[in-house]
């Protein structure tokens, strides 16, 4: 269903008990974000969390599209499957030759009722014009400081509208907004997005470029945001098609813009694309580390309108789970037709961990019919739209359940060999991947786990069982290098062989690993993986979010053969990477965590905000893993001097 307002959804929120009120005063700088990541890090995502004192004449709504329930609430779905389903049997109903002429008839009624759904432009003002500023001021608003180390108060949920110069067609996407004072803030859109091309394209005609914000409205809104949509395609059209109503707009007050007319809160305002850059950031991000300072436009607010009784969206990020990735479980879903249809025929499913922060990891299972499918798939989906920044790809067969990460990686583990199915390519990453020798560039590697055709299998690959017959007294006295060790695995036969290294070993990694393998003890070891001293050895899930966070597959992965075993070990260099160690010359940025003065804060007024069960901070679990205050844990080479 559309919801007319933001007020409408967080009633819906209400009657379906997903939503917490908090009455009393809570300080929009660190304590509002300190206590949404307690929430939004509870299993299956915890409440939404209506701040309703600010300081400030607008409450502040967070966690919102922060869990499975809320999602399909916000759709008007049951389960999000059932949008990919309904295009399924569209497209087919439309493209299958055994159907009747008034089948099919049917169907294209159905398609023509989309159009109905496109956004439209309507005259006069709309609810989120009720309230005109034409001084703005942007201090009336309750924008987040979200972190200790961030480089000041970010908006963090704002709905960026831009237009192409040239041909008109509006783009609407997400990038994070950095306040410099009451009428400027930062626009950190990153180069591969469209609003960072469209500033391009103004630069070249030497003009200013026409900016609207808007906060709230309909949650579907928020979310096209996100989506990873083909350029010159409307994010509003995708809004229109899930809402099954059209997206009505009505233009700017101070520039040539549209914006949705029942959004809560919209700032208007223009890039000077002729204006120097500004040096942005730092923040903490979605990847649970700071995104480091960098060259960013200004823009330049020239009118702040709302709704009277308009709320104030935010979004936390940090380190996962958070509520960013439920809106990308959002993607999984909805994506899932349109990839299979226009780049993989063969895809049945697909899943985006919530340990990869989207972009770091996808599961696909595909119906292989032929060899080397596998490879094949990897290869297409690696040139397509936003999965070119995917960092590690991993294909299975149809029958395996690619939800249950267990059973999943029991029979990966089970179906890999390491010398023959795995692809390492180089491309385009992420900006915010920090792992990478170069900025935004960097390897990626594709684990074909599919069971293998005669073709695919070499005759000289030959695998070992692995038999546990470790004695680790023996074995930690011959390896005082190893500081911990995740036993779990290996007693469940499971050849996976994960350890922490000692501070002072750091620089031999790779060295250490190979010597590991080659132990008679580790024949049969697919799998060993070396981590920081600080590191929670026995916590899985911060295992894979490390490894997919810290490495660069072609500098951190080697596969080392034994005498006589071709198959051969993966070992990976998981740890942070240094200068000194590593002649890794960019910066390494430090660990999303709250300090401890606002951690007790929250503490001790936890009773007041809320009658729920006391919820420990999660940034106790991972102080360890920070290196210091700041944004940057090891400044490295460029940053020596």
């Keep these: ?350 899943d985006l961990p919530t340990a990869g922060v989207a972009h770091n990891f996808a599961i696909l299972k595909i119906e292989k019919r032929y060899p080397g499918q596998g490879l094949k798939v990897i290869s297409s989906l690696w040139g397509a739209g936003q999965m070119m920044f995917n960092k590690v790809m991993l294909i299975v067969d149809e029958e395996v359940d690619i939800h249950d990460y267990n059973s999943l990686f029991r029979n990966v583990i089970g179906n890999l060999r390491i010398s023959e199915d795995l692809l390492f390519g180089r491309g385009p990453l992420d900006v915010l991947d920090h792992s990478s020798n170069k900025f935004a560039f960097g390897s990626k590697l594709g684990i074909d786990a599919t069971k293998k055709f005669p073709e695919e299998i070499s005759s000289t690959c030959k695998t070992d069982s692995f038999v546990n017959t470790i004695d680790w007294a023996s074995f930690l006295l011959k390896h005082p290098e190893i500081k911990g060790v995740n036993k779990t695995l290996l007693d469940q036969h499971i050849p996976v062989f994960l350890f922490t290294v000692k501070d002072e070993f750091k620089k031999e990694v790779c060295s250490i690993s190979e010597q590991i393998s080659r132990e008679a003890e580790l024949i049969g070891v697919k799998l060993i993986a070396c981590f920081d001293s600080v590191i929670d050895i026995s916590d899985l899930y911060v295992i894979c979010w490390q490894i997919l966070s810290n490495i660069d597959p072609e500098r951190d992965c080697k596969i080392i053969f034994r005498d006589g075993n071709l198959a051969g070990s993966l070992c990976v260099d998981a740890t942070s990477k240094t200068f000194e160690y590593h002649c890794f010359t960019r910066p390494w940025p430090n660990i999303v965590v709250s300090d401890q003065e606002t951690i007790n804060n929250v503490d001790s007024k936890w009773d007041s905000y809320f009658s729920e069960k006391f919820i420990k901070s999660p940034s106790l679990n991972y102080q360890a893993l920070s290196k210091g205050n700041g944004a940057i844990a090891s400044k490295n080479l460029e940053h020596k001097g």
């Design 1 to 350: 269903m559309p919801y007319n307002s933001l007020n409408e959804f967080v009633e819906k929120l209400e009657q379906a008990n997903e939503l917490i009120r908090i009455s009393s005063f809570v300080n929009p700088e660190l304590e509002i974000a300190e206590i949404t990541d307690r929430f939004s890090k509870q299993l299956g995502g915890g409440k939404a969390l209506l701040f309703e004192n600010t300081g400030l004449a607008f409450p502040v709504l967070t966690n919102t599209l922060g869990s499975y329930k809320r999602i399909c609430l916000a759709f008007g779905m049951d389960k999000l499957d059932d949008f990919g389903r309904d295009l399924d049997i569209l497209i087919k109903g439309v493209t299958s030759e055994k159907k009747s002429f008034f089948a099919k008839f049917n169907v294209l009624m159905s398609v023509s009722e989309v159009g109905s759904w496109m956004p439209k432009l309507v005259s006069g003002r709309g609810k989120c014009q009720e309230v005109v500023n034409i001084t703005p001021d942007l201090s009336i608003l309750p924008i987040l400081k979200c972190w200790p180390a961030d480089g000041g108060k970010f908006i963090t949920l704002p709905l960026v509208h831009t237009k192409d110069p040239i041909t008109g067609i509006r783009n609407v996407g997400m990038y994070r907004m950095q306040v410099l004072d009451n009428v400027t803030t930062g626009m950190h859109w990153h180069r591969h997005k469209t609003g960072a091309r469209h500033y391009e394209e103004y630069k070249k005609l030497g003009l200013k470029m026409p900016v609207a914000i808007a906060l709230g409205g309909d949650p579907i809104y928020t979310y096209v945001a996100t989506a990873p949509l083909p350029n010159q395609i409307d994010e509003y059209i995708l809004a229109g098609i899930i809402r099954k109503k059209k997206v009505e707009l009505v233009k700017c007050i101070t520039q040539d813009i549209e914006v949705p007319k029942d959004a809560d809160i919209i700032i208007e305002g223009y890039v000077d694309t002729t204006e120097d850059l500004f040096w942005e950031g730092p923040f903490g991000d979605h990847t649970g580390f700071y995104s480091l300072e960098d060259w960013y436009p200004k823009f330049h607010v020239t009118c702040i309108t709302h709704r009277r009784n308009a709320i104030y969206p935010a979004t936390i990020v940090g380190i996962p789970p958070q509520e960013d990735a439920w809106i990308a479980k959002a993607t999984e879903r909805l994506f899932l037709v349109p990839m299979k249809l226009s780049l993989a025929p063969e895809l049945i499913d697909i």
